[in-house]
């Protein structure tokens, strides 16, 4: 962009021979321009095409390079915007994303429980944008779709038979509290399960005054009396 190019243009001492811009010039710039605070030393840059999309995760458990199980959840809220966690999953099938997740697993010979993140453009094209090597905050949900990651994790372990790759089937969740932050009135805490601990009192409490100050209780309790109906002992609604 003409902003962008007049913020490197502006870092005169950064120029390399010819005037074209060196990397460290165009690092200074890009800080100048979004407000932040100057780089410091001299440590590698990535600069990435930006793809406009959904957020999406494929979360799995492998063991020496072999996927045993896997869920893709489309993010449709998060919280906080625009970049948070999770508030709202919708559980699908993508045979593309499951099949990168296949050969990475494989190229890097993984073993445990990891996910992949990536954005979805309005095609349904998927964009691979990071690998996080460890247990994600949906990693319990697993039974509820059907593809118990950490289930057929125990089972390679001990050397027991694990079957071919499970992928969780297609549904929709609500993750307590993180949903009901964005949005108190929410109906997706109305028309989609919810994940909330009901079957486990001490935790329910625990995260209840964790996550929520003394008016957000408040309205939680009331807010959880009309839903009375729709939570179900297992722990997710």
Same mark, same amino acid.
């Given at each position: 962009?003409?902003?962008?190019?007049?913020?490197?243009?502006? @870092?005169?001492?950064?120029?390399?021979?010819?005037?074209?811009?060196?990397?460290?010039?165009?690092?200074?710039?890009?800080?100048?321009?979004?407000?932040?605070?100057?780089?410091?030393?001299?440590?590698?840059?990535?600069?990435?095409?930006?793809?406009?999309?959904?957020?999406?995760?494929?979360?799995?458990?492998?063991?020496?390079?072999?996927?045993?199980?896997?869920?893709?959840?489309?993010?449709?809220? @998060?919280?906080?915007?625009?970049?948070?966690?999770?508030? @709202?999953? #919708?559980?699908?099938?993508?045979?593309? /994303?499951?099949?990168?997740?296949?050969?990475?697993?494989?190229?890097?010979?993984?073993?445990?429980?990891?996910?992949?993140?990536?954005?979805?453009?309005?095609?349904?094209?998927?964009? +691979?944008?990071?690998?996080?090597?460890?247990?994600?905050? /949906?990693?319990?949900?697993?039974?509820?779709?059907?593809?118990?990651?950490?289930?057929?994790?125990?089972?390679?372990?001990?050397?027991?038979?694990?079957?071919?790759?499970?992928?969780?089937?297609?549904?929709?969740?609500?993750?307590?509290?993180?949903?009901? +932050?964005?949005?108190?009135?929410?109906?997706?805490?109305?028309?989609?399960?919810?994940?909330?601990?009901?079957?486990?009192?001490?935790?329910?409490? #625990?995260?209840?005054?964790?996550?929520?100050?003394?008016?957000?209780?408040?309205?939680?309790?009331?807010?959880?009396?009309?839903?009375?109906?729709?939570?179900?002992?297992?722990?997710?609604?």
């Amino acid at each position: 962009s003409q902003e962008l190019d007049a913020a490197c243009a502006a @870092v005169g001492h950064d120029s390399g021979p010819g005037g074209r811009r060196s990397v460290s010039g165009i690092r200074t710039g890009l800080h100048r321009l979004m407000g932040l605070p100057e780089p410091i030393g001299s440590g590698p840059t990535s600069v990435q095409r930006f793809v406009a999309g959904t957020p999406v995760m494929h979360t799995f458990s492998a063991w020496e390079g072999r996927v045993l199980a896997g869920l893709t959840g489309v993010k449709e809220q @998060v919280h906080p915007a625009p970049f948070g966690p999770s508030s @709202v999953l #919708h559980v699908v099938r993508h045979a593309e /994303i499951e099949s990168a997740a296949v050969r990475l697993a494989r190229h890097f010979g993984l073993s445990g429980i990891a996910s992949f993140d990536f954005v979805m453009d309005a095609e349904g094209a998927p964009y +691979l944008l990071e690998c996080n090597p460890r247990p994600t905050p /949906i990693s319990h949900l697993g039974l509820s779709f059907g593809a118990d990651r950490v289930g057929s994790l125990r089972c390679a372990v001990e050397g027991e038979s694990t079957g071919g790759t499970v992928y969780g089937k297609e549904g929709w969740v609500s993750l307590f509290p993180q949903e009901f +932050l964005r949005d108190p009135d929410s109906a997706f805490l109305d028309r989609v399960p919810l994940d909330i601990p009901v079957a486990d009192d001490p935790l329910l409490k #625990h995260l209840l005054h964790r996550a929520l100050d003394a008016d957000q209780r408040q309205r939680w309790q009331k807010r959880a009396r009309t839903m009375r109906s729709a939570l179900s002992p297992n722990g997710t609604a």
